[in-house]
T-cell receptor
Framework: DQQVKQNSPSLSVQEGRISILNCDYTNSMFDYFLWYKKYPAEGPTFLISISSIKDKNEDGRFTVFLNKSAKHLSLHIVPSQPGDSAVYFCAASFNTNAGKSTFGDGTTLTVKP | SQTIHQWPATLVQPVGSPLSLECTVEGTSNPNLYWYRQAAGRGLQLLFYSVGIGQISSEVPQNLSASRPQDRQFILSSKKLLLSDSGFYLC???????????FGSGTRLTVV
């Protein structure tokens, strides 16, 4: 059973527009949700996270929204830039000493100039 | 500053051969360490994690093993590789859940 799902394998947007990446989860006990960005042949890079007690966290062009009742989170990128083209992974974690994260399958974002 | 080193970047190994991937972290003490694997077109699957020297937890039954002989060294091993072991292996460290992982650059393993 996949606990974290990213149902859109790919997304294409025009430069300057908003990119919205979505993620759904099944376990209501997750404490933290995180987004990572990954370029080909590289390790993922941490972008932004949100605690389950919040519904929004913003960092520059990146904003993550959390809807606990729907078990849904989204990453908004405004404005989108060609350098944002990458695979974006959603992840969820429990607040334990081990800090393990469960990842979705990723969404490939393409930002067209 | 904290850095993580992972090598080799690519590896082609025959079925039945042994495996040893090494990961080292600099600039931090007592980090949590993780080995993940990414199959083609899929997400990251947690293989092993460690919260301290000699402490290894396995998430998925398989023919791989992990060891942490030093605080900032994490090793992924296999005695006999299978074709299904092919994938992109990532080492990561963390000092707090909320702050995410710092990943290494990964090892592309192809078992032939």
């Amino acid at each position: 059973d996949q606990q974290v799902k990213q149902n859109s394998p790919s997304l294409s947007v025009q430069e300057g527009r908003i990119s919205i990446l979505n993620c759904d989860y099944t376990n209501s006990m997750f404490d933290y949700f995180l987004w990572y960005k990954k370029y080909p042949a590289e390790g993922p890079t941490f972008l932004i996270s949100i605690s389950s007690i919040k519904d929004k966290n913003e960092d520059g062009r990146f904003t993550v929204f959390l809807n606990k009742s729907a078990k849904h989170l989204s990453l908004h990128i405004v404005p989108s830039q060609p350098g944002d083209s990458a695979v974006y992974f959603c992840a969820a974690s429990f607040n334990t000493n081990a800090g393990k994260s469960t990842f979705g399958d990723g969404t490939t974002l393409t930002v067209k100039p | 500053s904290q850095t993580i080193h992972q090598w080799p970047a690519t590896l082609v190994q025959p079925v039945g051969s042994p495996l040893s991937l090494e990961c080292t972290v600099e600039g931090t003490s007592n980090p949590n360490l993780y080995w993940y694997r990414q199959a083609a077109g899929r997400g990251l699957q947690l293989l092993f994690y460690s919260v301290g020297i000699g402490q290894i937890s396995s998430e998925v039954p398989q023919n791989l093993s992990a060891s942490r002989p030093q605080d900032r060294q994490f090793i992924l091993s296999s005695k006999k590789l299978l074709l299904s072991d092919s994938g992109f292996y990532l080492c990561a460290w963390s000092v707090g859940t909320y702050y995410g992982y710092t990943f290494g650059s990964g090892t592309r393993l192809t078992v032939v």
